[in-house]
Every structure is written in C-alpha cells, then in structure tokens.
Nanobody, 117 residues
Framework: QVQVVESGGGLVQPGGSLRLSCAAS????????MGWYRQAPGKQRELVAA???????NYADTVKGRFTISRDNAKNTVYLQMNSLKPEDTAVYYC???????????WGQGTQVTVSS
C-alpha cells in the first residue's frame, strides 16, 4: 500500500521559515520524481517545486530564491525548506510522487501553512 504523508506545516510570521517533510512508503522512492504543490482558498492547485529522480530541480517563479526542495533517498523523504515566507504563501501544501511514463502518481493529504502576523 502506497502512503505519502506530509508534515511540518503550521503558523509562522511573515519573514519566517518552515521546513516541510514528505515521507513516502510502498514505492521505490528513488525512481520517483517528487513535487510540492499548494492550493490557496479559491485558487487552483499549483506547482511550487519539483525534484527528479536524478536530483534536478525546478521552482515556481514566485518562490525562486526563497524555497529549496531536496530529497533523501535513504529516508524515502522529500523536503521543502521555505524561507522569507509571505502571507501569499498561505495554502495547503501537498506532496506528489510521480513515476514518469506510467500512471503511478500519488498524493499526500496536505499540510496547512499559514503566514500571518
């Protein structure tokens, strides 16, 4: 059974930092591309950051220079380090595991990030 579980969300003041974690089980983690998405109220889900099985990364323009995605294949975990947080970063953050060229695509349940003073 595949499980994708996010953690690390919470309430933080503007300018603060949070680190999200996503642990995956039931898959061969190292061959999956991993991504962080977010969805704010009334908006569509959007890609925040992604990392391929080979370690290549890409970021949404809105988070470049502030967020960093990384993965630890030994721990089957992907991280999202978020610095200089802004109120507009407030959203539910979802982790995604995707095996390219297959239908194997899995989502976590999401973790709430709220940036507010």
């Amino acid at each position: 059974q595949v499980q994708v579980v996010e953690s690390g969300g919470g309430l933080v003041q503007p300018g603060g930092s949070l680190r999200l974690s996503c642990a995956a089980s039931g898959i061969i983690f190292k061959i999956y591309a991993m991504g962080w998405y977010r969805q704010a109220p009334g908006k569509q889900r959007e890609l925040v950051a992604a990392i391929t099985s080979g370690g290549s990364t890409n970021y949404a323009d809105t988070v470049k220079g502030r967020f960093t995605i990384s993965r630890d294949n030994a721990k089957n975990t992907v991280y999202l380090q978020m610095n200089s947080l802004k109120p507009e970063d407030t959203a539910v953050y979802y982790c995604n595991a995707d095996r390219r060229f297959t239908i194997e695509n899995y989502w976590g349940q999401g973790t709430q990030v709220t940036v507010s003073s």
